[in-house]
C-alpha cells in the first residue's frame, strides 16, 4: 500500500510559483497530480510513468506546470509556473500501483494524498 504525503502548498499571488512534492512508499507505475476547487470537479492535472518518464498533461495547465521525479525517492513534483487565480484549489497525488495507463482519470489510480492547498490572489 501507499502512503501519499503531499507538500508544498501554500499562498502566492497571481504570477508566482510553487512546487508540490509528494513521496511514494516504493515503486509504482505512475503518479498524478489533480486538483478540485470549492464547487468545482475534481481535475486531473499531470501524470507521470515512473518508469519512462513520460508525461501527460491538463490542456489548463500545459506549458506552465512540470510533473518530474526523483526515481532514487520516489518522489514525484509539481512545478507550477505563471500561477493565476483559477489554479487555487486543493492538489491531490495519487499513484497507479500496477501496470495501468498514464491517465488523468481519477478512477484509474489506486492511491491519493489527503491533499496540498493551493491559493493564488490576485
Known amino acids: 500500500a501507499q502512503n501519499l504525503v503531499e507538500s508544498g502548498g501554500g499562498s502566492v499571488q497571481a504570477g508566482g510559483s510553487l512546487r508540490l512534492s509528494c513521496p511514494a512508499s516504493?515503486?509504482?507505475?505512475?503518479m498524478g497530480w489533480f486538483r478540485q476547487a470549492p464547487g468545482k470537479e475534481r481535475e486531473g492535472v499531470a501524470a507521470?510513468?515512473?518508469?519512462?518518464?513520460?508525461?501527460y498533461y491538463a490542456g489548463s495547465v500545459k506549458g506552465r506546470f512540470t510533473i518530474s521525479q526523483d526515481k532514487a525517492k520516489h518522489t514525484t513534483y509539481l512545478q507550477m509556473n505563471s500561477l493565476k487565480p483559477e489554479d487555487t484549489a486543493m492538489y491531490y497525488c495519487?499513484?497507479?500501483?500496477?501496470?495501468?495507463?498514464?491517465?488523468?482519470?481519477?478512477?484509474?489510480?489506486?492511491?491519493w494524498g489527503q491533499g496540498t492547498q493551493v491559493t493564488i490572489s490576485s
Open positions: 495519487t499513484a497507479q500501483q500496477w501496470c495501468g495507463k498514464l491517465s488523468l482519470l481519477w478512477s484509474d489510480y489506486d492511491y
Open positions: 507521470i510513468h515512473t518508469g519512462d518518464g513520460s508525461t
Open positions: 516504493g515503486s509504482t507505475y505512475s
